[in-house]
């Protein structure tokens, strides 16, 4: 594929300028911006904007390379590990035993196996992750409060804040859970930072899984950040427990200018038909999976059509993970917990939200990336599990705009470090913007009035059509 340096000029719209803490709120300002085509992008660049949506799967923990799209059959024992390999539907590629629903779709898919933070530390690498700026400092864990340095708005805050909502519900959703460390301590890069309340993407805490699942309330209460769900009239926990610092400031006040508004989206008809997910056919639920992630991978699908412009998805702990292996944080027993509670389900419910996409001829309008923070090690410790790894992890895109078919970049020979085509958040956190119609160097201001760009990145043009 011919090499596209794709080039922006700054634009001139300022951000709204919001100062102190942000909390989950709605974008009214976002409402009156249009999507920032440049008009100086070639009429022959027929990827900018070709998304509509974008659906992220965030595997928090650091989903292993090795047993998913870069594994190392000829390493040692312990390098390669128990599992094997298989073949995809692209000849010379292949993916570790336990994704063969997804080995089979490979042609929708634009694979990227030489991501690199070289951050070890889970918040951090996702803070980078999340916001395409790197954390300060590096391989240190955030500390659940938040503010600056590491106060940069997320993906789903900057899409909200410039390109705006639109319908009845919010342009960005993060559901079911939000991310955090154990002790619940929050991760830095999850809202819209300094942007403020306004243009923070509504976190949704939920269990689609739940019986008789059913939205019998959505409001945003006086103070309250996520929009409370409940099932048969039992409320759901609350994020609010790692968040309470937010309750006693100033923050509150601010909410109630957007009160009204919110109440107004989430009693609309459009809401909670976004939110019926019981009206879905039983078997294609049993296809995405009967647990939460896959449950909350339909939901995401659903939000999409329903006109949401960025929903993420995290993948986040079972009840019964244990704080040596929690998610796909596998320090312990790694093989054992990717056959039993990992592959099977990130298999399912990644495959059939690609075909069913691919079904309903929504897939050419909606990106959807599969990330994780970071990698694991290459060496299997002596708990028969892989620690932190941020020098090498695989990234997979697909629809709105992507090139099927591309396997880019590659490790050493035993999926240690980037051996061709190293790429950081920035470039992957510019292609998304660039896909969803943001010109990455489309300028943006500080809170102290300093001029910066949306993205200091570059799009990766080899994954573009």
């Not at 596998?330 to 990644?350: F, G, I, T, V």
């Not at 990234?395 to 950081?424: K, M």
């Amino acid at each position: 594929m011919k090499n596209r340096k794709t080039s922006y000029p700054m634009g001139r719209r300022d951000w709204l300028q919001v100062g102190g803490v942000s909390t989950f709120g709605l974008t009214l300002h976002g409402l009156l911006r249009s999507t920032l085509a440049s008009d100086s992008i070639s009429p022959e660049d027929k990827t900018f904007g070709r998304a509509k949506s974008c659906i992220v799967l965030f595997l928090m923990g650091g989903p292993p390379q090795h047993e998913t799209w870069d594994p190392k059959p000829d390493a040692p024992d312990n390098i390669r590990g128990g599992l094997k390999t298989i073949s995809t539907s692209q000849p010379g590629f292949q993916v570790g035993e336990l994704m063969p629903k997804t080995a089979a779709m490979v042609n929708d898919l634009a694979v990227i196996r030489s991501m690199s933070t070289d951050d070890n530390a889970h918040s951090a690498s996702g803070y980078w992750m999340l916001t395409g700026v790197p954390h300060t400092p590096k391989n240190r864990e955030t500390d659940g409060k938040g503010g600056a340095p590491n106060d940069w708005p997320c993906l789903g805050g900057q899409v909200r804040h410039l390109l705006g909502d639109r319908g009845r519900l919010p342009a960005a959703i993060t559901l079911p859970e939000n991310i955090w460390n154990t002790g619940k301590i929050n991760w830095s890069g999850q809202t819209a930072g300094w942007l403020g309340a306004n243009a923070d993407p509504w976190l949704i805490m939920c269990d689609p899984n739940a019986a008789e699942f059913e939205i019998s309330e959505l409001a945003l209460g006086e103070g309250v950040t996520p929009i409370r769900m409940r099932n048969r009239g039992d409320l759901l926990s609350q994020f609010n427990q790692s968040m309470d610092h937010l309750l006693r400031s100033n923050v509150v006040s601010r909410m109630n200018r957007y009160q009204q508004r919110a109440m107004d989206m989430l009693s609309s008809k459009e809401a909670r038909r976004a939110f019926a997910i019981e009206q879905e056919d039983d078997l294609l639920r049993d296809s995405y999976g009967r647990n939460r992630f896959g449950q909350s991978v339909l939901l995401a699908r659903r939000m999409v059509e329903s006109g949401v412009r960025l929903v993420q998805v995290n993948w986040t702990r079972w009840e019964h993970d244990t704080s040596a292996a929690p998610a796909w944080d596998n320090h312990a027993r790694n093989e054992a917990r990717l056959k039993k509670d990992l592959m099977p389900q990130m298999d399912a419910a990644y495959s059939t939200l690609i075909n069913d996409l691919k079904q309903r001829g929504l897939l050419e309008d909606t990106l959807v990336v599969w990330m994780g923070e970071f990698g694991r090690t290459p060496k299997i410790n002596g708990r028969a599990g892989r620690d932190h790894w941020g020098h090498v992890y695989p990234v997979a895109l697909a629809g709105g705009g992507v090139q099927s078919g591309v396997l880019l970049g590659s490790s050493d020979n035993i999926g240690g470090f980037p051996t061709s085509y190293r790429r950081e958040p920035q470039d992957l956190h510019a292609t998304i913007l660039h896909l969803l119609g943001i010109a990455p160097q489309t300028e943006i201001h500080t809170p102290e009035g300093r001029p910066s760009v949306v993205s200091r990145g570059e799009v990766i043009s080899e994954v573009l059509l």
